[in-house]
């Protein structure tokens, strides 16, 4: 670790963190991965403990000792840029309210097969774009037992900057990856022997708490998009339809408050 102080916000040493776009951040030329953005030295903290190595750093003034001391362990010659709240903003386009930054070298991500391997309640998230709607359900999942997330090609991506915040860094130590495409990604689950129990409305759907009395030992809980829900392949790959019941003429919870609403049954089931 070596302390630059950095006076400008156009100096090339932040351009890592200048716009802060996913599409831009996974352009980056080098590394081959490309990075994220990990926010607040408490996210910072939970990237390190996952074995995630930080390009650089930037830090406001009063936070530097605390950032310091979580990077007094880590292997590597990291920058750390010093700066004023006001260049923080300049740079970002918004107020840095946690006063620091990390750019993160994105991690390979794991085999499908071997992140199933040995879990018993998976979270299958499908092409849903939103991501605080992405990081509230690793919240959940985080919190609430699940062994592992899987999402789709589509899916936001759980380490944009919004995701890693709003889960509170534990996109970090719940073990996730992509799924390939329907029908192969299906395959994949059969193959594991995971019971698949789709979110979704249909008629022949059973009801969470009568599925949760009766849960297989091992379950893959998919949900869907914001608006369309799950596709046609995902249902079809599903082994079960599985519905939260509703009153007061509202037929669904959007699609982190469902996944919080459905670990909670899964891993609480009636006596």
Known sequence: MHIERVPDADDPRLADY???????????SEPAGGLYIAESAKVIARALRAGHVPRSVLVQDKWLDEVSALLADVDADVPVYVTTSEIAAQLTGYVVHR????????????????????????????DIVDHTNVGAA?????????????????????????????????????????????????????????????????DDAVALDAFAAARPDRVALMMGSEGDGLSRGALAAADTIVTIPMSGGVDSLNVASASAVALWALTHPPR
């Open 18 to 28: 200048r716009d802060l776009t996913d599409v831009a951040l996974r352009r980056v």
């Open 99 to 126: 006063g620091a930054l990390a750019a993160m070298h994105r991690p390979a991500l794991p085999d499908p097969a071997d992140v199933l391997r040995h879990a018993r309640l998976v979270v299958v998230l499908e």
């Open 138 to 202: 690793f919240r959940a999942a985080a919190g609430l037992g699940a062994d592992a997330v899987l999402v789709t090609e589509r899916c936001a991506d759980p380490l944009y900057r919004r995701s890693v915040r709003v889960s509170m860094g534990t996109v970090f130590q719940v073990p996730w990856t992509r799924l390939p495409a329907w029908p192969e990604a299906s395959v994949l689950l059969r193959e594991a022997g995971i019971h698949v129990a789709a979110l979704a409305l249909a």
